[in-house]
């Protein structure tokens, strides 16, 4: 194979640039095989293209013009073919101004260098020419045979070695050229294109095969903008406006980079060039695994005895987990060794997850003797480094004298920890310990019963969706019988103090309680969602349906009551407060002493207590509740209980006289009393005294009370619905309901408010919907209720208007007395 050249030249007779500006050097095509298409030559022009380096002078001596940077580069062109070139600088006579000559050889679209060379090996080689050959056409030229330092492994080493810092950062942003967009260019800054060369060399090397082949570059121009090739090497001086998106520069001329570089591929590719063993790269290209994918190089660098950081070994461990038959013995066994060598202490939470797929998938494929350092790291990680995620191996693991070994140290530490000197355990954490105690053969069965009883109560911690450590958590229960006893035990016994809590927890995690322990709070919890959606409105029934679930009677077992209706009424249960229907519904269910052991008993009170004043139920309810409970309330309650059966007194005409005065006694006994109570007192109180055979000495206590609020109570009742009815129907009550609000004109001012307002806001509205013949008859009901001063009172007020109102009033007592 020939390969198609051609020669780029500058101007002579003195028409080159020469003077260091960033203008291109006039230059013409000197020598072009016939190969070449004219669309070549067309591109080739801007790429082959010579600036001087900034500042330079004019004439230069020998050595200064060998000192100038080369500009080897290799370019695709938009055919698909490639231009691979050397460009340098030249002169054509001496003393003449500062010229140069390209060199380039073309291969057409899917050729390669001959023998597959990469094309940055052919950076020195001699067959590059400085001149355009003296006939018109270039000779033949089979290859670039490589020589010099593309080939020394040692220089390359060195190099890389005193590039070390920027080296992960450069292959990171190579790596990334290959992305999904593909876009960006690598800038690299160094003061001589050699170097830059060298770099291009060693990345070539880390580079998948297919992707160096493919890559372009450029080890020097003065254009870095214009340059299209991924990577582009500059001089410092020309580096400095390079701040657009895309350029990656990497200035290797100045201070050290700060940070570190979160790729795994190219910080262990880095790794293997700092360490000096390049060869690695052609052992990990034998192993399985996508172009760019960290776990072969990583795998190769801990079997070669290279230390990785933590994302290296974690991508080692990842790549063997998912291929554990890709390695054999003697290498598993290196990569084994390597990820669990003593003295690392930087390792991290993805780190042991790939360990322990790692140990996982060689778990009875490798001998023990091999993954035993693989478990004893993953345990002793779960209980020295708190790291709860850690998938823990299997018991059989810790069979032979290696688990033992680990036991001996590990276990005094669990067993401390676990007897509560370090206070506060969270489920994570106590979960983590008891499974490794498992492992381990440690003997926890005297601390168990503190444990759990730490444990339980923690569980129930609010929180949405599954917890964290529930998967561990179920585990656990499924591998100890005795710690899934306990601890099912102890939800049990703390669910009818916080039943909402362990309903909640059933609801987030499903614990198995289907054996043959009773459970029967447990079995409640897990039933309440299905029996409250069940029951809609029926709260009552709710509770007899999770009753039924406990599979024992509250008569038997009253703390099943409790259960039962803090599922349903409790904070937490998504209801309102119970109320005094229910109330009295769930009293007779259940006998008063299943109650009073059950604690129930107050939400009976509290459900009379919070009974709206409208609610006839609640006197009742206060009725059963004294007579059921005279032991248990006490205090306060007992006085708001006993003014609620006040009012069921008033209600049977069983109270005992001196109404108002009991009411507002039992008032001061109840104090800060419900407002719903003293209006169902006071309201029965007011209704009573507004009937016409009301006690006429307790309507006169009222009267003469002047207590607001039972005053207001009479007023309220006063201008109810069932009243303004029976003024309109009834002639002899509005007649009564006159004499009595006209009847106490000197009893006090709030009285005297309150009648002057519903003799005028009730009563007369009433009286004008009447017809006359109904009006006599309220004249005459009032005349023949009392003295004929009434009557002719009577007839005044309904004639006059509100002014006449309060002469009326102390006419109608002069003519009383008088009478």
């Not at 004019?58 to 695709?76: H, K, N, Q, T, Y």
């Not at 020394?152 to 990334?176: K, Q, Y």
């Not at 006059?800 to 002069?814: D, E, H, K």
Request: with cysteine; hydrophobic share 45%.
């Amino acid at each position: 194979m020939s390969l198609a050249q051609l020669h780029y030249t500058s101007a002579t007779g003195g028409d080159g640039s020469g003077t260091g500006e960033a203008e291109p050097i006039p230059a013409r095509f000197t020598a072009v095989d016939a190969a070449i298409p004219a669309s070549v030559l067309t591109e080739a022009g801007p790429l082959l293209a010579y600036g001087t380096p900034a500042g330079m002078e004019p004439r230069l001596g020998d050595a200064a013009l060998r000192a100038l940077p080369e500009a080897l580069s290799f370019s695709v062109l938009s055919d698909g073919s490639h231009l691979l070139a050397r460009t340098v600088a030249v002169r054509s006579a001496p003393g003449s101004d500062v010229g140069f000559h390209a060199h380039a050889v073309h291969l057409p679209a899917g050729t390669r260098l001959p023998g597959g060379a990469l094309p940055i090996t052919a950076c020195r080689s001699a067959r590059w020419a400085a001149t355009t050959p003296d006939r018109t056409l270039p000779g033949p030229l089979a290859a670039l045979p490589a020589t010099g330092h593309a080939r020394d492994r040692e220089a390359l080493n060195d190099f890389a070695v005193s590039r070390g810092p920027w080296l992960a950062g450069v292959l990171a942003d190579l790596r990334r050229l290959y992305g999904r967009d593909g876009a960006g260019r690598v800038v690299l800054v160094e003061r001589q294109s050699a170097d830059v060369a060298r770099w291009i060399a060693l990345a070539c090397v880390a580079l998948p095969r297919e992707l160096a082949e493919r890559l372009t570059f450029t080890t020097y121009t003065r254009h870095p903008r214009r340059a299209p090739q991924q990577i582009v090497g500059v001089l410092p001086q020309d580096a400095h406006a390079l701040t657009a998106p895309g350029f990656h520069v990497h200035t290797c001329t100045g201070p050290r980079p700060e940070g570190t570089v979160a790729d795994a591929w190219a910080e262990t590719a880095a790794r293997i060039w700092r360490s000096r063993a390049p060869e690695l790269f052609r052992e990990a290209a034998e192993l399985p695994g996508e172009p760019f994918a960290a776990g072969p190089v990583a795998v190769t660098a801990l079997c070669a005895g290279i230390a990785l950081g933590t994302g290296g070994r974690a991508a080692a461990a990842g790549w063997a987990a998912e291929r554990p038959y890709a390695l054999d013995a003697k290498r598993t066994g290196q990569l084994v060794d390597a990820l669990t060598a003593p003295g690392v202490d930087d390792r991290t939470g993805p780190e042991f997850d790939a360990a322990g797929r790692l140990f996982a998938a060689l778990d009875g494929r490798s001998p023990a003797s091999t993954t035993a350092p693989l478990a004893a790291m993953l345990v002793t990680e779960a209980v020295r480094g708190g790291n709860g995620s850690v998938e823990l191996p299997g018991r059989s693991a810790f069979s032979g004298p290696e688990g033992a070994a680990v036991a001996s140290v590990l276990g005094p530490e669990i067993l401390t920890e676990l007897s509560g000197a370090g206070v506060g355990l969270d489920v994570a954490r106590t979960v983590q310990l008891l499974r490794v105690a498992r492992l381990l053969g440690v003997d926890c069965a005297e601390l168990l019963p503190a444990v759990v009883r730490r444990l339980a109560p923690a569980l129930l911690e609010p929180g949405d969706g599954e917890p964290g450590w529930a998967p561990a958590l179920l585990e656990l229960m499924d591998e100890q019988f005795d710690v899934r006893t306990a601890l099912l035990g102890a939800l049990d016994r703390i669910a009818p103090q916080d039943p909402s809590g362990v309903e909640r927890l059933l609801g987030r995690v499903p614990l198995p309680f289907t054996g043959t322990q009773s459970l029967p709070h447990l079995r409640m919890c897990a039933e309440a969602p299905e029996a409250k959606a069940g029951c809609g409105a029926d709260r009552v029934g709710a509770v007899h349906r999770v009753l039924r679930a406990a599979g024992v009677s509250p008569f038997a077992e009253p703390l099943v009551l409790r259960t039962a209706v803090g599922l349903v009424w409790e904070a937490g249960a998504g209801n309102g407060p119970m109320t005094a229907g229910e109330a009295r519904l769930l009293l007779e269910a259940a006998t008063s002493d299943a109650h009073r052991t059950a604690g129930t008993w107050s939400h009976l009170v509290a459900a009379a207590l919070g009974a709206p004043a409208a609610d006839e139920g609640a006197p009742e309810l206060a009725h059963d509740l004294l007579r059921g409970f005279p032991q248990e309330i006490a205090g306060r309650e007992r006085g708001a209980l006993l003014l609620l059966e006040f009012a069921r007194e008033i209600r049977s005409d069983a109270a005992a006289p001196e109404w108002a005065e009991r009411a507002r006694a039992l008032r001061a006994d109840a104090e800060p009393l419900e407002p719903e109570v003293l209006g169902h007192a006071y309201g029965a109180l007011a209704t009573r005294l507004l009937a016409p055979d009301r006690p006429e000495a307790e309507l006169y206590a009222l009267v003469h009370s002047g207590d607001r609020d039972l005053i207001a109570a009479y007023e309220r009742a006063a201008r109810g619905p069932g009243v303004r009815s029976r003024l309109k129907a009834e002639p002899a009550y509005a007649a009564d309901c006159f004499a009595v609000w006209t009847a106490h004109p000197h009893a006090g001012a709030e009285w005297s408010r309150t009648a002057d307002a519903l003799l005028e806001e009730v009563l007369r509205p009433a009286v004008r919907t009447l017809s006359a013949e109904d009006v006599a008859a309220v004249e005459e009901a009032v005349g023949s209720s009392g003295s004929s001063g009434r009557a002719e009172a009577f007839h005044d007020w309904n004639r006059r208007g509100r002014g006449a109102l309060g002469r009326i009033s102390r006419r109608i007592a002069g003519r009383v007395r008088r009478g």
